[in-house]
């Protein structure tokens, strides 16, 4: 996925000042994460919570 430098610019300007580069590169990941969780979604790959539920009984039930 790619970030377009401007959106870049103006993430980098919302950061407080000084800030650890562990922390921006998880900002960096849920950004990338969330973007494609939109996508996704716009797409239709979705699944109900009914059916999460279901599934997840499933690997329960043995």
């Known amino acids: 996925m790619m970030i377009a430098k401007s ?4 993430m980098v300007r919302e950061l407080p ?3 650890d ?3 921006m590169m998880y900002r960096l990941y849920l950004r990338q994460k969330l973007e494609a969780a939109e996508k996704d ?3 239709g790959r979705v699944i ?3 059916d ?3 599934e997840t009984d ?3 039930a043995g």
Request: hydrophobic share 40%; proline share 0%.
């Open 7 to 10: 959106q870049l610019l103006e």
């Open 17 to 19: 000042e000084e800030i």
């Open 21 to 23: 580069i562990d922390d």
């Open 41 to 43: 979604i716009e797409e």
């Open 48 to 50: 109900s919570h009914q």
């Open 52 to 54: 999460v539920i279901k």
């Open 58 to 60: 499933n690997w329960f």
